[in-house]
């Protein structure tokens, strides 16, 4: 028996793009031998193995090719050149709409899913309550699916993929359109999987979830293959994508392995600051007597990020140029999650490390080093600057939500913070 359930061998894909349709259109009548597009490889000489049993996850940045491979393998898409290999009963979940009929009602999709996949109407009945069930959109599934919420589609399309017993499941981002609640309930049809030895290829931005269910995850880079391994070290390689070290991975691989952390760029060379995409809405307060001109987020590699592992440590480093003498300057930073609900936070005063005096036209950093225990989503960071009087602190310069910070987690508790707590379990004899 086969043990490869997908196998991908050098595809590429090729697009031709053309600045008009005219263009397009001389071309296809042969009324002109002058190339007129532009080649754009979508994917360019991509390979992997995937084995019976594994659960894959597919990560990179936006346009690495990372649907456009899932479109190969389940045939929604031909490659330019190379050839895949599925053995096994694919069900696949790719995007809204894919393989829905929008004229038609819930049950009515879930036979016209159920027969394109291969099964017969008998077997489709015998399935059809636990697509219901585990759908639980009520008398909705009576209702032509143009009249659905986008919550209300993906839960009937993920039940349908999911409850239909393929031998591979396939899954795009659908499931972050769901609630918290579906997602968890499908996830743990997901460990269900994986017991049951099922094949599992999955693409998503949520790295605590690739981190979680997946045995090995594939990094896809601007349609090619950058590298494949375990979780965490994929996670650490796209992380360093995500702040524009591209060059710095590259190099990183070819040496196979090497641990290079100390040719990561150290704060000497240019601004901290050009690593990370910068909040186009950021806001700026203060009197400006003094200035904030840099600023830094480093995890435990010590490599510039937007992104950490929750539980490791990090580094949050804030430069500040004094315009005028003050007395007491205190530097601070917080974090706020995505509805601007302010989570956590400190400041030099608070953690009791008094400035002192300062000079005009003199810079000072701060370097907060601390623990991420915030649970696993998305936050954004805040800096600020201001001045200690008696009568309250007042603002020299703050930066609110300068960037977005993505914290990675694994296991996630109840509210916004991880108290790491460790558990007991002891039986009482009598």
């Known amino acids: 028996m086969n043990d490869t359930a997908i196998r991908v061998e050098n595809i590429s894909k090729l697009y031709k793009l053309y600045d008009n349709p005219r263009d397009r259109l001389k071309e296809s009548l042969g009324l002109t031998k002058e190339k007129l597009y532009k080649e754009h490889y979508a994917l360019h000489d991509v390979s992997f193995d995937i084995q019976r049993g594994e659960t894959v996850g597919i990560i990179g940045t936006n346009g690495a090719g990372k649907s456009t491979v899932l479109k190969i393998i389940t045939g929604v898409l031909n490659p330019t050149q190379g050839q895949v290999e599925v053995n096994g009963r694919i069900s696949a979940l790719l995007e809204l709409g894919a393989g829905f009929n929008m004229e038609y009602t819930g049950i009515e999709n879930v036979y016209l899913n159920g027969t394109m996949i291969g099964f017969s109407k008998e077997e489709i009945d015998a399935k059809l309550q636990d697509i219901l069930d585990f759908a639980d959109i009520g008398d909705f599934v009576y209702q032509p699916v143009k009249t659905y919420s986008s919550g209300m589609f993906v839960r009937l399309a993920f039940a349908v993929a999911i409850n239909i017993d393929p031998e591979i499941l396939i899954v795009d981002e659908a499931l972050s359109v769901g609630d918290v609640f579906f997602q968890t309930k499908c996830f743990k049809k997901f460990e269900e999987f994986k017991k049951l030895g099922k094949t599992i290829l999955f693409v998503s931005h949520d790295l605590g979830s690739i981190s979680r269910y997946c045995d090995r995850v594939v990094l896809l880079n601007k349609g090619t293959k950058m590298a494949e391994g375990t979780p965490k070290e994929m996670v650490s390689l796209y992380k360093r994508l995500l702040v524009g070290q591209e060059a710095l991975v590259e190099e990183e691989l070819e040496q196979n392995g090497k641990d290079s952390r100390a040719d990561i760029p150290k704060t000497e060379n240019g601004l901290w600051k050009e690593n990370y995409q910068i909040n186009p809405n950021l ?141 007991e379990i002891r039986k009482v004899e009598d």
């Open 283 to 423: 806001k700026e307060e203060g009197n400006k007597k003094a200035e904030i001109i840099d600023f830094a987020i480093i995890d435990e590699n010590d490599c510039y990020t937007g992104s950490m592992i929750k539980g490791t440590e990090f580094t949050i480093k804030i430069k500040v140029l004094f315009r005028e003498k003050i007395e007491n300057p205190v530097i601070s930073y917080s974090f706020c999650n995505v509805k601007g609900v302010e989570i956590t936070g400190t400041s030099t005063e608070c953690e009791n490390i008094p400035i002192g005096e300062v000079q005009a036209e003199e810079i000072y950093t701060a370097t907060f080093v601390q623990e991420m225990y915030l649970q696993g989503g998305e936050y954004f960071l805040s800096i600020s600057c201001s001045e200690k009087q008696e009568d309250g602190n007042v603002l020299c310069h703050r930066l609110e939500k300068v960037c977005n910070v993505t914290v990675v987690s694994d296991k996630n508790t109840v509210g916004f913070y991880d108290m790491n707590t460790t558990v």
